[in-house]
């Protein structure tokens, strides 16, 4: 089946320290792969995406390669911020209109 | 952008009462929509996909009497929690696919407490 699993966390970091947010998949096909950050009491907003192999999505200084050979999507960011502090999911669609398969969640705090 | 409206975002009930929760999305048409539900610091789980004037199909484990799913318009599906109890109590997501950018776009949450 369809699966995802990231880093459990949380994961504790200082102002412009550098991320990396692990995430691996099991999925039958060519799943489209996403990040999403949901901020305390909110709900989920997409991050970044890729649709296919090598592919790379950023946004907001985060990006994360998709990798085939390595079934991985790993989340980094080069200097974080404490606006940063969230949870991110790591999730995987198979195809148009189907519904996503979602990580544990890794939560992330930024200290001043 | 496409936005996707659940309200309401916060509700209190007492047990064995009923609750429903609707989803919209504002800006477009979504002949699909998701329930999810989330548990303190754990992900989403998938509780069922609403198809606009279809049978919901739920996932197993998910009593679909007891969580029914109505998507009766190309914007709008409710869920309704039919006799709550403390152990529904939760954290419940809808998400809506954007039909022409193939892209789920969520609701803010609704924050269900059963006393």
């Known amino acids: 089946g369809n699966s995802v699993t990231q880093m459990e966390g949380p994961v504790t970091l200082s102002e412009e320290a550098f991320l990396t947010i692990n995430c691996t998949y099991t999925?039958?096909?060519?799943?489209?792969l996403f990040w999403y950050v949901q901020y305390p009491g909110e709900g989920l907003q997409l991050l970044l995406k890729?649709?296919?192999?090598?592919d790379k999505g950023s946004n907001k200084g985060f990006e994360a390669t998709y990798r085939k050979e390595t079934t991985s999507f790993h989340l980094e960011k080069g200097s974080v911020q404490v606006s940063d502090s969230a949870v991110y999911f790591c999730a995987l669609r198979r195809g148009y209109g189907q519904n996503f398969v979602f990580g544990p969640g890794t939560r992330l705090s930024v200290l001043p | 952008g496409a936005v996707v409206s659940q309200h309401p975002s916060r509700v209190i009930c007492k047990s064995g009462t009923s609750v429903k929760i609707e989803c919209r999305s504002l800006?477009?048409?979504?002949?699909?929509m998701f329930w999810y539900r989330q548990f303190p610091k754990q992900s989403l789980m998938l509780m069922a996909t609403?198809?606009?004037?279809?049978?919901?199909?739920?996932e197993q484990g998910v009593e679909k009497d007891k969580f029914l799913i109505n998507h009766a318009s190309l914007t709008l599906s409710t869920l309704t929690v039919t006799s709550a109890h403390p152990e529904d109590s939760s954290f419940y997501i809808c998400?809506?696919?954007?039909?022409?950018?193939?892209?789920?776009?969520f609701g803010q949450g609704t924050r269900l407490t059963v006393v």
């Open positions: 999925a039958t096909g060519y799943p489209s």
């Open positions: 800006d477009f048409q979504a002949t699909t």
């Open positions: 998400s809506a696919i954007h039909p022409r950018h193939d892209e789920a776009f």
């Open positions: 609403s198809n606009e004037g279809s049978k919901a199909t739920y």
């Open positions: 890729a649709t296919k192999a090598d």
